[in-house]
């Protein structure tokens, strides 16, 4: 298994542009979650969804922040839109239930 | 506030010593969970211990769980320069919750 793939791993954008980024758990895990990590705040939980069912949103910042989970093997988070305090790296990470995370290699955001 | 939190914040020791670090949280949880990061890269489980364990042992690392004072200590004995890294401690309070991580012990190993 190639892991938990996340794209892109970087990305460059102007303050107000719509941001998508994307992650392909690793297969038959059932948890999805998506995390931040600024050098600020360390590694907050933005979302997570359980068999692509949203369970906790209650770290989504505002209402500029949404995810989805269309099916088992792909998920997105979108900015839209951004503002450079967006800024962060942004990990996706999976697991089955009661055993270790594994995350992605995660996706370094600058907005300018 | 967090759940887990590490101490030390940094710790930086000599290659072949012991370096220890260790972690509170606050709640009764199902498992506790150490992770390791290396710079610009994503977390890596490490070991996980369940709320009736005491004690865990995977290679050079030994993590202990005492849950009458909610702490655990994570070692890693005989550490190497490749050992650099920051630490986190995960608490996952119920079955199939969602994890909540510290802020992590940024650890140097020196040549």
């Known amino acids: 298994d190639a892991g938990v793939i996340q794209s892109p791993r970087h990305e460059v954008t102007e303050m107000g542009q719509e941001v998508t980024l994307r992650c392909k758990p690793i297969s038959g895990h059932n948890s999805l979650f998506w995390y931040r990590q600024t050098m600020m705040r360390g590694l907050e939980l933005l979302i997570y969804f359980n068999n692509n069912v949203p369970i906790d949103d209650s770290g989504m910042p505002e209402d500029r922040f949404s995810a989805k989970m269309p099916n088992a093997s792909f998920s997105t988070l979108k900015i839209q839109p951004s503002e450079p305090r967006d800024s962060a790296v942004y990990f996706c990470?999976?697991?089955?239930?009661?055993?270790?995370?594994?995350f992605g290699s995660g996706t370094r955001l600058t907005v300018v | 506030s967090q759940q887990g939190e590490e101490d030390p914040q940094a710790l930086s020791i000599q290659e072949g010593e012991n370096a220890t670090m260790n972690c509170s949280y606050k709640?009764?949880?199902?498992?506790l969970q150490w992770y390791r990061q290396n710079s610009g890269r994503g977390l890596v489980h490490l070991i996980l211990i369940r709320s009736n364990e005491r004690e865990k042992h995977s290679g050079r690392l030994r993590v202990t769980l005492d849950t009458s004072k909610k702490s655990s200590s994570l070692l890693i004995t005989a550490s190497r320069a490749a050992d650099t890294a920051s630490y986190f401690c995960a608490t996952e309070e119920t079955s199939g919750s969602r994890l909540t991580f510290g802020e992590g012990t940024q650890l140097t190993v020196n040549p």
């Open positions: 709640t009764s949880i199902n498992n």
């Open positions: 990470a999976s697991s089955l239930s009661n055993y270790g995370y594994t």
